[in-house]
């Protein structure tokens, strides 16, 4: 009989993640809206089909990342987004989910990311050690040389978590696995512009070559101007929902675009007039 109880420990900490995730996706895209209560504990007890210990251990987790709330003959309600550890990784992966992130999303990820990593590379041109200029150089050598999509998401991860590690800072490199997702996020959308890793090179190159002659305003500089060129690409591209909504409302064929375009631009002619 003992065997089985062995068996059970083993694959609890699975289960536990697979109601910690069903359950934070589903609060992250509002199928769970804010001050909603989460079900009873036997209802998800039988849902996914667990013991009452893993629901009650991936609702603490939950807790623990600012989902939700826990009151006793209260039950657990999903707190407002603010509340939320948005530089978690698992919150950041759940409210990305599987589509393409939203415009605003992106923007305040761009935010955080302006505000963190000008300073790591400034910091990092003061401070970062022979291993650590190498390994900078080495993945902006592989940005330059990637062939495929893969390859050149990896160098240009590679590159600002080297970054990162340069700065020796604890606290900022506890920001590691935040911008490791912050990063995967940017990039769902940036694969789907034409040049938007090539054209930005020129900026990690000059970011590297002040890190590397340890100038750290320059550093500084180099890394606003790469941030400042993905804002500029986020900004100015519509997401694939946008185009999804657009090709749902515009006809398809280029004359009946063109009826629609006149039609509005007859429109905003007579508004002026009045």
Known sequence: MAKPKSADKRVKPG?????LTTLGREIAQDLIPVGAALPPEPDLETRFGVGRGVVREAIKTLAAKGLVSVRPRHGTHVLPRSEWSLLDRDVLSWLVGKDEPGRDLL???????????????A???ERATKNDRWRINA???????AQDQASTIAADKAFHLAILDATHNPVLQGFRGAIDTILSTVFIVAVGSAGWFRDNLPNHAAAARAIESGDAEKARIAMERVLGYTKFKLSSRRTAAAE????????I??????????AGA???????VS
């Open 253 to 262: 064929t280029p004359t009946k675009r063109a009826i629609v375009k006149k």
């Open 266 to 272: 007859n429109k905003k002619k007579k508004r002026h």
């Open 123 to 125: 910091l990092a041109a």
């Open 139 to 145: 993945a902006l050598a592989a940005m330059e040389t």
């Open 107 to 121: 923007l305040a990820i761009q935010e955080v990311r302006s505000i963190i990593e000008p300073a790591a590379a």
């Open 15 to 19: 289960r536990i993640r697979n109601v």
């Open 244 to 251: 999804r909504r657009l090709a749902g409302t515009v006809a």
